[in-house]
């Protein structure tokens, strides 16, 4: 298949173009670079070092045979995203060329509003431009399981049948989202939902949990970034970069917030299933995309366990919560479709930790040297924003 990735110089997109490649799709990429430019406006780096663009795409024509199509583009440049799209005539779009971090839009009106903007008009950009352009592409739209929030009943897989007054009706569950990033991502979903129903284009919306891990790459050129800020880094990578330079882990509060996790593996996994197996015409679809229901209180112990196997004395100080969120509270959903579809778990969380913790060890010195980007600045109640100042 031809598969387009927007994102493709991010976390997941850059492994993601490899593991289609492999796989033996033709990928092209987009990619507004500014996920390079966030990292260092918070004063941090990727833990695994990522080379620059024009050396990852020619390790990737070497290594895959074929040059990848890349446009260095903004999704909102609605003009020259028609022209990629007509250019590279992709039969999916994976969309993940949106801002992923909490923080970051709830430092100020700028960020909030940037991360918005950014999120909101070039999900529409996109949707547009396949409507005019790809109108058969499948769209495969990273979501995410916070839009949900932590409901106190199960969560279904985007829909569920409610009775309400002796009538019965199937709707979209209510998204009860907790930043003004995961809100952006609300109201892409009901964009994306709109757009099919009204161009009859089809789409995957992916509810993804939080990701960790790091993939061992024959070419460092290959490597995918990893980042262990306050700001970009997520939970269990926050952590495995904490253990690893001797810093404590930092649950926040109570430790009893529970979400979904799944490895960086699996999300490849997953989203290559999403891919090959695409929904009908007009159809929009939700998947949840997750493996485990942890809370951080479990992160820690995994995390304190896997640093021990590897003689690292990991030690934990918790911190005040800077963020608005239940610490103790219900949380079980649904995550069957992907299931159905084939996937089939890879290394348990227990054997992928160490694996992690061990591929991070070389990069000690980096981590440390941006140690203080660790702890939490910004702060959800406040709204204070916070003084980066560049190492
Ligand atoms: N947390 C700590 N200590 C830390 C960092 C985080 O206790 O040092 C806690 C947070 O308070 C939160 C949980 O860990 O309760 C998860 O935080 P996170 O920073 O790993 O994840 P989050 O901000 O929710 O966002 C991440 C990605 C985002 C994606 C989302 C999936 O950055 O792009 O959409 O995970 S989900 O969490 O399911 O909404």
């Known amino acids: 298949m031809r598969v387009l990735i927007a994102g493709a110089d991010g976390y997941i997109g850059w492994s993601l173009a490899q593991h289609l490649a492999r796989r033996g799709h033709t990928v092209g990429g987009i990619d507004?670079?500014?996920?390079?430019?966030?990292?260092?406006?918070?004063?941090?780096?990727?833990?695994?070092?990522?080379?620059?663009?024009?050396?990852?795409?020619?390790?990737?024509?070497?290594?895959?045979?074929?040059?990848?199509?890349?446009?260095?583009?903004?999704?909102?440049?609605?003009?020259?995203?028609?022209?990629?799209?007509?250019?590279?005539?992709?039969?999916?779009?994976?969309?993940?060329?949106?801002?992923?971090?909490?923080?970051?839009?709830?430092?100020?009106?700028?960020?909030?509003?940037?991360?918005?903007?950014?999120?909101?008009?070039?999900?529409?950009?996109?949707?547009?431009?396949?409507?005019?352009?790809?109108?058969?592409?499948?769209?495969?739209?990273?979501?995410?399981?916070?839009?949900?929030?932590?409901?106190?009943?199960?969560?279904?897989?985007?829909?569920?049948?409610?009775?309400?007054?002796?009538?019965?009706?199937?709707?979209?569950?209510?998204?009860?989202?907790?930043?003004?990033?995961?809100?952006?991502?609300?109201?892409?979903?009901?964009?994306?939902?709109?757009?099919?129903?009204?161009?009859?284009?089809?789409?995957?919306?992916?509810?993804?949990?939080?990701?960790?891990?790091?993939?061992?790459?024959?070419?460092?050129?290959?490597?995918?970034?990893?980042?262990?800020?306050?700001v970009f880094g997520t939970a269990l990578n926050r952590f495995c970069c904490q253990a690893v330079i001797g810093r404590p882990l930092t649950p926040y509060g109570q430790g009893g917030q529970s979400r979904g996790f799944l490895s960086l593996a699996d999300s490849l996994q997953c989203l290559t299933l999403a891919a090959e197996n695409p929904p009908e015409h007009g159809e929009y679809r939700v998947f949840n995309q997750l493996r485990d229901v942890l809370s951080v209180r479990d992160l820690v112990r995994l995390v304190r366990d896997a640093g021990a196997g590897l003689g690292l004395d990991v030690q934990l100080k918790p911190v005040d919560n800077p963020r608005l969120e239940a610490e103790h509270h219900y949380y079980r959903p649904d995550a069957d479709k992907l299931r159905r579809l084939g996937f089939t778990p890879s290394l348990p969380i227990e054997e992928e930790l160490p694996v992690m913790i061990h591929r991070l060890l070389p990069y000690r010195d980096r981590i440390s040297a941006h140690a203080d980007r660790l702890l939490p600045t910004v702060s959800w109640r406040d709204g204070r924003a916070p003084h980066w100042e560049t190492p």
């Open 32 to 230: 507004a670079l500014l996920r390079r430019g966030w990292v260092a406006e918070v004063g941090s780096v990727s833990a695994i070092p990522i080379a620059p663009l024009p050396e990852r795409l020619a390790a990737f024509e070497e290594h895959f045979g074929d040059p990848m199509p890349f446009h260095e583009l903004d999704l909102r440049n609605h003009e020259a995203l028609g022209a990629a799209l007509r250019a590279f005539e992709p039969e999916v779009v994976v969309h993940l060329a949106e801002c992923p971090s909490a923080p970051y839009s709830m430092v100020d009106f700028q960020h909030a509003d940037f991360v918005q903007t950014n999120n909101v008009s070039g999900t529409l950009s996109l949707l547009f431009a396949m409507r005019d352009h790809c109108p058969e592409a499948h769209l495969i739209k990273l979501g995410t399981m916070g839009e949900y929030g932590t409901p106190n009943v199960d969560i279904p897989e985007g829909f569920f049948e409610i009775e309400y007054r002796g009538r019965r009706d199937t709707m979209p569950f209510p998204r009860q989202a907790g930043s003004w990033y995961h809100w952006s991502k609300v109201f892409d979903s009901q964009n994306v939902a709109f757009a099919c129903r009204l161009w009859g284009l089809r789409a995957t919306d992916v509810m993804q949990g939080v990701v960790y891990g790091a993939l061992t790459e024959e070419d460092s050129r290959l490597n995918t970034r990893l980042d262990f800020d306050e």
